[in-house]
């Protein structure tokens, strides 16, 4: 009865041997017209060169480089008006991979999020998710795809309980209709009853659950961030993308989040894109990580591969390494041995020279991409 | 002892029944000043102790009751503002006294009448709202408040000019002039004069009734799936959508809902007079309701039912200031709108209460000795 119930991709019943993505039957639109599938990826390449349309699977986790990706974005941009915010961006994600998105402040990594999940319409490119295309899809659509998201700046429904906003994220699995609400018929009492179970399972796996009643307005900041990733795998994604989660967390919480991330992969093995500053989540766990700066991707690779690029680490560290020096921190004398340890953070991020783009784009009228006519973080 | 043990398990699982979480605790008290007032006011009347003109204001404050907690759907619930309550109010009436005049040559009973009254205006209210509702809830905040005021005012300019009469047994309708060969009683709606020789079948208690459904449906709705997203979509439209919430169904299942529950307590109130003109069911209908809601606290169900209480009786009790009437209830309204809204008279009266409740301050004692206990361990 309650097998019937499970649903592709439904990490809460996720057998690991059947990982329910539903490759076995996913459409081919991508790959349908060249003949022996990925194939195209090597005639890409020499035809295009250097300016590989294509994103590069080949640094697609091990186990999952025989399963299409996840997610393909190819030569995605997006301009505000004048300013290109983003541009040529490409990426592919493994089905149980981690990656990271990483970058300064006003790198545009947000506004990627805010592409994927059709928050605003891409100016350029195109998105391939589930190897289906995207386009012509809404941000409601997606959701039900199988994307889920945070937010950089939390966006929780604060007037409802914990269990609510976990409660309301399972809409789409609690099935009863408007007579039954208003009735509160035997149906809608079963369905009550399953969805607050599920609700209390998915707030024992974060160990929320005493606070379950608790106004989620009223949380402190590191439970409304786990808040936010519950409601979002509530919905039963295949792709969660995290904008920032540890943003705000003191070490012992963020060393927390870093487990719990990779226990949800492992758990409902699915695929996570995370945008975070904290450099020891970044490289600890990520498989594969693009760096962004001014909106271009500077940097593509292993958490290894990216600690040892140049570009990496002058986009981080900028030029002025002198005036770092002076200070006494032993870690800041050294920055780039600091980022390989993987311990520069947000702190960089905040250096004036790195803030300027925002401000420009601050006063730059928005574009017509803009839809919802305000920047949303 | 152990009786007394007993005694506080029952008495704590009581509380969990009535008051275990914010829905059960909504429920009981508005439930609760519903059948107690209704009790009290019928006990009274048959006593004595209530005046014909009191009396008269039954029928009336349980429709505003309604309304006042339907329009809570839209703006408490939904958060959105919408200013044409009145409206849906006006074609729910309109719409029972046609289907009364039409059955009361079959159907004595006005009770059933009455039924089939309320039903109708249900629908065609429902059909209003929905018509309304598909265009206009991509609008936000205020465009959507204006466009419900414009709607308002259509819905009585329409009645303005609709004449309805029965020819025999068939109903015939026309614009800007009177029926042919439809005289007298067979009239039933003539312009601006609205409806006339209406049959009176509302009653308080069939009024008390549909006040009570009325809440049962809110209160349900908002316990519900469809509840938790249309609050959801209101605290954060795209978090909502983020999470797979389709906006405008929601907004248009809350917005259509309260339109059904508008027209049904406009029908208990066009059953309740012998004539009835579209006039009634102005801007001013439209904006009464909106500040029971608003006095009420937004979104406070029962808050709104004291006021839409409060609000109805006082123009009467207010009769002898005769030409001031108005006046005074103005100054009485700001009044009460600074006091429930002022920070610091709220904090005031919050103190107040303290002092004078049992519950809190037996509540405060308890506290009082667990901090001593926890102390009390840390010393050993
Ligand atoms: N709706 C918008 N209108 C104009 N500019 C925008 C809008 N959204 C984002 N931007 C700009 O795009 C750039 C990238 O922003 P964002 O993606 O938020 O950066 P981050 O990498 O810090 O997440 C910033 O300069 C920002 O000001
Ligand atoms: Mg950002």
């Not at chain 1, 700066?293 to 002025?320: H, W």
């Not at chain 2, 002892?1 to 059960?24: D, P, S, T, V, W």
């Not at chain 2, 008290?29 to 009191?54: D, E, F, M, P, T």
């Not at chain 2, 289907?99 to 004595?108: F, G, I, K, Q």
Request: glycine share 10%; with cysteine.
């Amino acid at each position: 009865m309650a097998d019937d119930k499970i649903i592709k991709g439904d990490p809460m019943n996720t057998d690991i041997s059947d990982t329910g993505h539903g490759y076995e039957d996913r459409e081919l639109t991508y790959y349908d017209d060249n003949v022996g599938g990925r194939a195209v990826f090597v005639d890409a390449k020499e035809q295009w060169g250097d300016e590989d349309p294509y994103p590069d699977t080949t640094i697609l986790p091990e186990r999952d480089k025989d399963m299409t990706p996840v997610l393909e974005v190819k030569n995605l941009g997006i301009d505000f008006g004048g300013l290109t915010a983003v541009d040529n961006f490409s990426l592919a994600i493994g089905r149980t991979e981690i990656a990271g998105l990483i970058g300064p402040n006003g790198a545009g990594k947000t506004t990627i999020f805010n592409m994927l999940t059709k928050v605003y319409e891409p100016t350029r490119g195109e998105i391939f998710f589930n190897s289906k295309s995207t386009e012509g899809m809404n941000t409601v659509d997606i959701n039900k795809a199988g994307m889920a998201r945070t937010f950089q700046n939390i966006r929780l429904f604060d007037k409802l309980t914990v269990e609510e906003n976990i409660k309301v994220a399972l809409h789409s699995y609690t099935d009863y209709h408007l007579l039954n609400a208003v009735f509160h018929s035997p149906k809608y009492r079963r369905e009550e009853k399953r969805i607050h179970e599920e609700a209390m399972k998915m707030l024992e796996l974060f160990e929320m659950t005493d606070v379950a009643d608790h106004k989620a307005g009223s949380l402190p900041y590191g439970a409304q961030r786990r808040l936010e990733i519950m409601r979002a795998l509530a919905t039963k994604p295949r792709l969660l993308l995290l904008d920032e989660p540890a943003a705000g967390m003191n070490p012992s919480e963020t060393a927390e989040l870093m487990k719990t991330i990779k226990e949800i992969r492992d758990k409902f093995q699915i695929a996570i894109l995370l945008i975070e500053h904290d450099m020891s989540l970044v490289m600890g766990i990520c498989e594969g990580i693009a760096v962004l700066n001014y909106g271009r991707t500077i940097a593509k690779g292993t958490p290894a591969e990216i600690q040892s690029n140049p570009q990496v680490i002058e986009a981080y560290l900028g030029k002025s390494r002198g005036k770092m020096e002076e200070e006494e921190d032993i870690e800041k004398q050294d920055p780039e041995a600091a980022f390989k340890k993987g311990k520069v953070t947000s702190k960089v991020e905040s250096r004036p020279d790195r803030a300027k783009p925002a401000a420009d784009h601050a006063k730059g009228t928005p574009g017509k991409t803009d839809k919802k006519g305000k920047e949303i973080r | 002892m152990a009786e007394r043990k007993e005694n506080k398990a029952g008495a704590k699982r009581l509380r969990n029944i009535f008051f275990g979480n914010e829905y059960k605790k909504e429920a009981t008290i508005s439930y609760g000043i519903l059948i107690v007032g209704y009790i009290l006011l019928q006990l009274g009347a048959n006593a004595g102790l209530i005046g014909r003109n009191l009396q008269g204001q039954f029928v009336p404050i349980c429709v505003y009751i309604s309304l006042a907690i339907s329009l809570n759907l839209v703006v408490g619930i939904s958060g959105e503002l919408s200013l044409g309550h009145a409206g849906f109010m006006s074609v729910g009436a309109f719409t029972g006294i046609i289907v009364t005049r039409m059955m009361e040559a079959s159907m004595p009973s006005g009770n059933v009448r009455l039924f089939f009254a309320v039903l109708a205006g249900a629908i065609t209210a429902a059909i209003a709202g929905i018509i309304i509702g598909i265009p206009i809830l991509g609008l936000r905040g205020d465009y959507l408040a204006i466009v419900t005021l414009a709607f308002g005012e259509i819905v009585r300019n329409i009645m303005n000019v609709l004449y309805f009469g029965l020819d025999g047994k068939k109903l015939k309708f026309a614009f800007n002039h009177t029926i042919d060969g439809v005289e007298g009683n067979q009239r039933i709606i003539t312009g601006a004069i609205g409806a006339t020789g209406v049959t009176k079948t509302a009653t308080f208690t069939t009024a008390m009734l549909l006040t009570l459904f009325t809440l049962f449906v809110v209160l349900n709705l908002k316990n519900s799936k469809h509840g938790r997203c249309i609050m959801a979509v209101r605290d954060n439209r795209i978090a909502g959508e983020s999470i797979g919430i389709n906006v405008k169904k929601y907004k248009l299942i809350a917005f259509v809902v309260s339109a059904a529950l508008a027209g049904m307590a406009g029908a208990m109130f066009g059953q309740n007079y012998s004539t009835l003109a579209p006039l009634k069911f102005n801007f001013n209908t439209s904006v009464l309701i909106l500040v029971f809601v608003v006095l009420g606290g937004i979104g406070n169900i029962w808050g709104g039912i004291l006021a839409a209480t409060l609000l109805t009786i006082l123009p009467e009790a207010l009769r002898q200031f005769a030409d001031y009437r108005m006046l005074t209830y103005a100054v009485v309204l700001i009044v009460v709108m600074i006091c429930t809204y002022n920070p610091t008279i709220r904090a005031r009266a919050g103190m107040v209460w303290e002092k004078i409740s049992p519950r809190k301050r037996r509540k405060k004692k308890a506290e009082e000795a667990a901090d001593h206990d926890e102390t009390g361990k840390e010393e050993m």
